[in-house]
């Protein structure tokens, strides 16, 4: 028992002493710049989304008409700004996106038609885009009234 005792307690010594050394003096400074620039590149944070609009107000129209429209997309982030899909609430609303990664600073635009075919009355459909954004998902809107076919 005395001997367990002995041995622990030197075990416990030998841990102690070591410790004692400042962690703080073994870094070196030369390492701190290169960490530094590293983290500068990678945290450059995600790309940030804008519109012209986020809602395509068509008015009035018939019902069968095909209206076409668009909504202008700006990248107002540090990284490139990537869409990786856009889709509508509904069949007769077809988007079709820009599939380039749009650059810092620039902008694009989606495109998308209305087929007003068998939607008489007040109309408001939607366009999801995943993106590469903070939010990953944004939402674009089309309302309008259809007259209905006599």
């Not at 005792?5 to 701190?32: G, H, R």
Request: charge should be positive; proline fraction near 3%; charged fraction near 25%.
């Amino acid at each position: 028992m005395k001997k367990i005792t002995l041995i622990s307690f030197v075990l416990f010594s030998i841990v102690f002493v070591s410790c004692k050394e400042n962690a703080t003096s073994k870094i070196k400074e030369a390492n701190l710049e290169t960490a530094k620039e590293r983290d500068s590149k990678i945290n450059l944070g995600s790309a940030i989304i804008d519109f012209d609009k986020v809602v395509h107000e068509f008015g009035t129209i018939n019902e069968g008409d095909v209206i076409e429209g668009s909504f202008k997309i700006y990248n107002k982030g540090k990284v490139d700004l990537i869409i990786t899909n856009a889709s509508a609430s509904c069949g007769c609303t077809v988007p079709v996106w820009p599939k380039e990664p749009i650059k810092p600073g620039e902008s694009a635009d989606l495109t998308f038609t209305f087929d007003s075919k068998g939607k008489p009355g007040k109309q408001n459909k939607s366009i999801t885009l995943q993106t590469n954004t903070e939010k990953i998902t944004e939402v674009l809107r089309i309302s309008g009234m259809v007259n209905k076919k006599i």
